[in-house]
């Protein structure tokens, strides 16, 4: 069993910039990748990136590309999500994800193909 706990959520003016982590603990030992996907209200679960474990290969959304970036600390078993350029359409509940086992690309932007999840944190941009 592995338990993800975020943090770093918050409120910030567009343009702003937040820092999202995730720890992993527990069964740990086979980690494949980790990332992240946010649901605004009224809207369904999306994809929002993902950093594989061995190699940091990174996987964006197109509307986060250039604005967002995952990064990893394996001793810690840790990711990050680095938000710049905030815009209020980014406001979300953020939630983190794992996967031990290998995925294909077509289903690493599926929320299903993801059997850990965080409880989620509030990041919320105004205008």
């Known amino acids: 069993q592995v338990q993800l706990v975020e943090s770093g959520g918050g409120s910030v003016q567009a343009g702003g910039s937040l820092r999202l982590s995730c720890a992993a603990s527990?069964?740990?030992?086979?980690?494949?990748?980790m990332g992240w996907f946010r649901q605004a209200p009224g809207k369904e679960r999306e994809f929002v990136g993902t950093?594989?474990?061995?190699?940091?290969?990174?996987y964006y959304a197109d509307s986060v590309k250039g604005r967002f970036t995952i990064s990893r600390d394996n001793a810690k078993n840790t990711v990050y999500l680095q938000m710049n350029s905030l815009k209020p359409e980014d406001s979300a509940l953020y939630y983190c994800v794992l996967r031990q086992t290998r995925i294909s690309s077509s289903h690493r932007y599926l929320p299903s193909a993801y059997n850990t999840w965080g409880q989620g944190t509030q990041v919320t941009v105004s205008s």
């Open positions: 950093i594989d474990w061995s190699d940091g290969v990174t």
């Open positions: 527990g069964r740990t030992f086979s980690i494949y990748t």
